[in-house]
């Protein structure tokens, strides 16, 4: 059984100080949460300070571990980061690399966000390098893939998240497949309080993880947990979850409110 996870993506959002707010405020709504991983990707800024907070609620997950359900399992809370760069080191102003990420307790990151692609020019191709970067450091990538309107309206949906998917997979081993998290984010409903429907939603979702069976096996397709992006809020949340291939959430706007991505996480549960 996949465990579902739910992500909150600030994206530039969020001092130091309110981030230990929000913290402060959610990390008391979850300490009874089961059955779901919880992920909060702050700005670079934030990083150590919200890792800190999450001390309280676990240790943090070994690189790569794989997520057993079970009775006895804890509130899990892990730290993402929101991009990182393909090198490990070097002369790359303004970038960051998986070390430094790891340093501070990072475990997720995030990768290949439409903003990544259309704001600042990321390829296919430079998304899966950063993923096989981000396994090659011990960190789990969640590869973000989705059509735009226009691509959507042309009828290119699959194909375009069947090239996303295969490119950000590139490379690596079966295994590291199926550790990776991908979320679908269709580019016209982030941001926009439009979401496609948890039916239509699930249909490409399901059609993404075909994609995987094909090059990697049913077995490896059915250990991927493909999460659900775009306007996810808590008054919706229960319905995506409800769908057969929704093993999650990637969420902006509403994960801004410590309340709000609370009751989302809740929301989650099986």
């Not at 690399?97 to 475990?107: Q, R």
Request: hydrophobic share 45%; net charge negative.
């Amino acid at each position: 059984m996949r465990t579902p996870i739910i992500a909150a993506n600030w994206k530039m959002n969020k001092t130091i100080a309110e981030a230990i707010a929000f913290m402060e405020a959610f990390t008391p709504a979850v300490a009874d949460l089961t059955g779901v991983e919880a992920v909060i990707c702050p700005p670079f800024t934030a990083l150590a300070a919200v890792g800190a907070k999450l001390g309280g609620i676990r240790p943090a997950f070994p690189s790569g571990a794989k997520l057993a359900m079970s009775s006895e399992n804890a509130a899990r809370v892990a730290l993402g980061a929101q991009n990182m760069a393909k090198e490990a080191q070097g002369a790359f102003t303004g970038e960051i690399s998986a070390t430094m990420l790891k340093e501070v307790g990072v475990t997720y990151v995030v990768l290949g966000h439409s903003e990544r692609r259309t704001l600042y020019a990321e390829t296919d191709e430079l998304v899966g390098a950063k993923v096989k970067a981000a396994f090659d450091a011990g960190l789990t990538p969640i590869l973000c893939v989705g059509e735009t309107l226009e691509e959507r309206e042309d009828g290119l949906t699959d194909s375009v998240n069947k090239r996303q998917t295969l490119a950000g997979l590139a490379g690596l081993t079966a295994d590291q497949v199926a550790k990776t998290v991908i979320a679908y984010e269709p580019v016209w409903a982030i941001g926009t309080g439009k979401n496609c429907g948890s039916g239509d939603a699930n249909t490409t979702i399901g059609a993404i993880r075909a994609v995987v069976a094909e090059a990697y096996g049913q077995s490896i397709a059915d250990q991927v947990r493909i999460q659900y992006g775009g306007s996810v809020k808590p008054n919706n949340i229960a319905e995506y979850m409800g769908q057969e291939h929704i093993d999650g959430a990637l969420v902006g706007g509403a994960a801004l409110e410590a309340a709000s991505f609370a009751q989302i996480c809740q929301g989650a549960k099986a």
